[in-house]
């Protein structure tokens, strides 16, 4: 079974910038908050820098947490398909937070 990677935003305060904390059963990282990103980017840069200092490959999706203060990354095994969503609910690759995807757009 795989760990998922768990993101969430931690406002400045009068010692550090803002940041966001990227987190799994095996330990975390934290990045500074790139303001030329939007949330959604920065996030996927914090799940980035988890996976490559664990590691860790393969391909990943996430999105929106449920309690709405973070998102949620999980390796999938067959292959993903932004296409085979239901046309009601087909979103680009931004909008399904389409992890490979976002990477590739993401400035380095």
Request: charged share 20%; glycine share 10%; proline share 3%.
């Amino acid at each position: 079974m795989f760990q998922a990677i768990e993101t969430k935003y931690y406002g400045p305060t009068n010692h550090r910038g803002s940041r966001i904390r990227a987190a799994a059963q095996c330990g975390k990282v934290w990045v500074s908050y790139d303001h030329g990103l939007n949330p959604e980017q920065n996030h996927a840069v914090a799940a980035r820098t988890f996976l490559l200092k664990w590691g860790w490959s393969g391909q990943w999706v996430g999105g929106a947490n449920a309690s709405q203060n973070g998102y949620t990354f999980v390796r999938v095994e067959k292959p993903f398909s932004v296409a085979a969503r239901s046309r009601s609910q087909h979103h680009d690759v931004w909008g399904g937070t389409y992890l490979h995807n976002i990477l590739d757009k993401v400035k380095e």
